[in-house]
């Protein structure tokens, strides 16, 4: 079935996008084993794809749709035409050949709250989940840490998977937070981001803090950084450093 078949309903220009938040959320796919923060086929990426009012969108983002893999396939597996289309209530809107992700309910509502999100991403990557499963938030003792989180990684509620109580928490925890990552207790990190391909990147460096931080405890107790310089570390990597 061709995408004009498959979105029938949506304008061509929105059809068009659909195709290309599949191929970027398929291909973004790759980089959670490539980077060691998945195992089997547990986690999973999804985008946002934004409607404009002039083609049936809503000015809250509310009727925006999400991109994001099929449920219990292998990555190697994963093709842009099997990612699974949903609506921000995390009903497929199209006849998708497979279920969507167990967790689209906490992606969709993490984009129908936090309308500034444009990537989700959820991983069980080994060092950040040990923190999650002592419910412990992991301390800003590093200048990455401070450049890319603004302060510690902090700790949502326990939630059970099947509805939208993880994406509660996720939006209860981050929503006044710097930190574009939020380890649910018990269970394991997720993130955020402008898109996805900037939420796999704080998923990346949420386990290699989380990694370096263990490590530093196992030698002694690591040495705080001031609210300070953890500001304006945050402000200069945010705001000047890279191509901006």
Known sequence: MSIAEEFSDYAP???EEIARTRQVVSDLHAELPRNGLVVWTAGNVSQRVRIPAELGGAADGSADLLVI???????????PELMVVCDLEGAMVHDAAHKPSSDTAAHAYTYKHLPHVGG?????????TAWAARGEAVPCVLTMMADEFGGPIPVGPFAIIGDDSIGRGI????RDSRSPAVLMANHGPFTIGKDA??????????EEVARAVHLSRQLGDPLPIEQKHIDSLYD???????QK
């Open 13 to 15: 220009e929105v059809r």
């Open 69 to 79: 893999k099929p449920s219990g396939v292998s990555y190697d597996e994963l093709a």
């Open 120 to 128: 989700v991403v959820h991983t069980h990557s080994t060092y950040a």
């Open 171 to 174: 939006v209860e925890t981050l």
């Open 197 to 206: 391909r900037a939420a796999v990147k704080a998923a990346v460096m949420c």
């Open 236 to 242: 200069r990597y945010q705001n000047v450093y890279g």
